[in-house]
Nanobody
Framework: VQLVESGGGLVQPGESLRLSCAAS????????MSWYRQAPGKERELVAA????????NYADSVKGRFTVSRDNAKNTVWLQMNSLKPEDTAVYYC???????????WGQGTQVTVSS
């Protein structure tokens, strides 16, 4: 099982980034997909999640209206579109896959997002 995040980088406040997480070695459509982030000195926190069918999503209050999570089960990929980025969004962003049948969790290696002027 492998989750590979990409798309992180250094941007200025107000700019956008789109993170991708490509999954392999799993039946992607059986997994609830989530994005978490961890800033230095802070605990890892849930940013956004999307159900197996992509119909339902939920977001942390701090990113509602700015971030959008989506997935394509045919491409085994989940995305996080991040708009109007703020310095407080700076963190390592992780992709998580939660298998709903015989529950199990997988994590990606993370991608750094830095928002700074």
């Amino acid at each position: 099982v492998q989750l590979v995040e990409s798309g992180g980088g250094l941007v200025q406040p107000g700019e956008s980034l789109r993170l991708s997480c490509a999954a392999s070695g799993v039946t992607f459509s059986n997994h609830v997909m989530s994005w978490y982030r961890q800033a230095p000195g802070k605990e890892r926190e849930l940013v956004a999640a999307i159900t197996t069918d992509g119909i339902s999503t939920n977001y942390a209050d701090s990113v509602k209206g700015r971030f959008t999570v989506s997935r394509d089960n045919a491409k085994n990929t989940v995305w996080l579109q991040m708009n109007s980025l703020k310095p407080e969004d700076t963190a390592v962003y992780y992709c998580k896959a939660f298998r709903t049948i015989l529950p199990r969790t997988y994590w990606g290696q993370g991608t750094q997002v830095t928002v700074s002027s």
